[in-house]
């Protein structure tokens, strides 16, 4: 076993390009089920980086170069293998009117953090016309009520009128003149042009990062997720959804083969150029209603798993690589996930017995997880080292695992502990 000071002196006197090249290939190799020359870090900084830089996390937003330098710093800090980031920015949803979204200066104060406001934005009775037009009914109905800037779309006629051609355009263009219909264009392009710049922002970011040896998080592609929680997270909501398995099974099981269509789809359409580039593409799914405790396995073996499992193999045909949040305990689930193929899923998990997690499902998946959040809060060095050394052994015996936190949001995590990990990661991580 390396000397605690080996550990932290591995990486001395490399240059930056040496260091993101190393540690690049360190993460993929974990990612594709190979054994590293040692276990890989990923920091998942989120609002860990306001609290040591002294700012709110209201700054992060709207401060990128303030952000910028405060992750850079936490990234010479703590020196990991990856770094991420989950900053985005809240304009599209100020732009917007977002009903469904909370951010520190913007429905919060300067020092809260993100929340989705979950509401029934889709009503019972609103599964005939999403199962007749989903498209129509999002555009039509969906957006006005969660965006109050563009309630003025309901005033729209049937989008299927747009396949009338010339008789569309004498007898529907009078629409697009409506005051509130020409509100929501406006602030829909001026949603579009600060994602644009907050797009750029990341990459600048990336940029910077990289020119001092780190890498950015190595799974990208398109966001999904299960069509059940699909249909759960902003259309139905958590009670709605779990009234439909009884009262209307039927419509939810139809509807979820309609997301999983469209969903295939998009991801298909947005890994294109990637794959056509010689990189690796990903499709990204936060998973949050078929953990343990939400449904029974009766219910989950009905109505989450056979969709979620048929949606996976479809992009994994299509060449895609799945990268899954298993969020929450997933421990009476994972003979599940043994059934999916080897190594061309990735899963990262929130609170399942991580040990139970390797023996499973370690010659199936890159498993990433391993270190509680709870513990860089309220525990001790000592506590740190000791957990480290024993995920170290047993999750990452053979490779094909990345240790990072349980969960991509740090805050309120101590700087000595967080530094203590990635250092211990070092001292019992060598392969």
Same mark, same amino acid.
């Given at each position: 076993m390396r000397s605690i000071a080996s550990a932290l002196t591995i990486d001395h006197g490399k240059t930056p390009e040496h260091l993101f090249a190393e540690r690049s290939k360190r993460v993929l190799d974990a990612a594709q089920l190979k054994q590293p020359d040692r276990i890989p870090t990923m920091l998942t900084s989120g609002y860990l980086i306001a609290e040591m830089a002294g700012i709110t996390r209201q700054d992060l937003y709207e401060n990128p170069e303030r952000a910028q330098a405060a992750l850079l710093n936490a990234a010479r800090e703590f020196q990991p293998d990856c770094v991420v980031s989950w900053i985005g920015t809240p304009d599209p949803s100020r732009i917007l009117g977002d009903r469904s979204t909370k951010w520190p200066g913007y429905g919060l104060g300067p020092n809260g953090s993100f929340q989705f406001v979950e509401a029934e934005f889709m009503k019972a009775e609103d599964y005939d016309g999403f199962l007749f037009d989903p498209a129509d009914w999002g555009i039509r109905v969906f957006l006005p009520r969660v965006f109050s800037e563009l309630e003025g779309l309901s005033s729209l006629p049937p989008l299927g009128l747009t396949t009338f051609g010339y008789y569309n355009l004498i007898g529907n263009m009078a629409a697009f003149t409506n005051p509130a219909v020409v509100k929501?264009?406006?602030?829909?392009? #001026?949603?579009?042009?600060?994602?644009?710049?907050?797009?750029?922002?990341? @990459?600048?970011? &990336?940029?910077?990062?990289?020119?001092?040896?780190?890498?950015?998080?190595?799974?990208?592609?398109?966001?999904?997720?299960?069509?059940?929680?699909?249909?759960?997270?902003?259309?139905?909501?958590? #009670?709605?959804?779990?009234?439909?398995?009884?009262?209307?099974?039927?419509? @939810?099981?139809? &509807?979820?083969e309609k997301v999983a269509r469209f969903e295939l789809e998009h991801a298909v359409a947005c890994s294109r150029p990637m794959l056509a580039a010689g990189q690796i593409a990903c499709a990204i799914f936060p998973l949050h209603r078929g953990s343990d405790g939400f449904m029974s396995l009766q219910q989950f073996e009905r109505f989450y798993w056979p969709q979620l499992k048929s949606l996976f193999l479809k992009l994994i045909d299509h060449g895609i690589t799945v990268f899954v949040l298993y969020e929450g305990v997933w421990d009476t689930r994972l003979e599940y996930l043994a059934e999916l193929p080897k190594g061309k899923t990735v899963g990262w998990f929130q609170s399942s017995d991580i040990f139970k997690v390797k023996e499973v499902l370690g010659d199936t998946m890159c498993i990433l997880g391993g270190m509680p959040v709870s513990m860089l809060i309220g525990g001790t060095v000592e506590q740190v080292r000791e957990h480290t050394k024993k995920v170290c052994q047993i999750v990452g015996k053979s490779g094909g695992f990345i240790m990072t936190t349980g969960t991509g949001e740090m805050e309120g995590c101590k700087p000595e502990l967080v530094k203590a990990w990635v250092d211990a990661t070092k001292e019992f991580g060598l392969y």
């Open positions: 929501a264009m406006h602030a829909i392009a #001026k949603a579009g042009q600060s994602t644009a710049e907050s797009s750029a922002q990341t @990459l600048a970011t &990336a940029e910077r990062l990289k020119a001092a040896g780190f890498p950015g998080f190595p799974f990208i592609g398109s966001v999904l997720e299960a069509p059940f929680d699909y249909m759960s997270d902003t259309l139905r909501g958590m #009670k709605g959804i779990f009234l439909d398995m009884h009262r209307r099974p039927d419509k @939810l099981l139809a &509807a979820q």
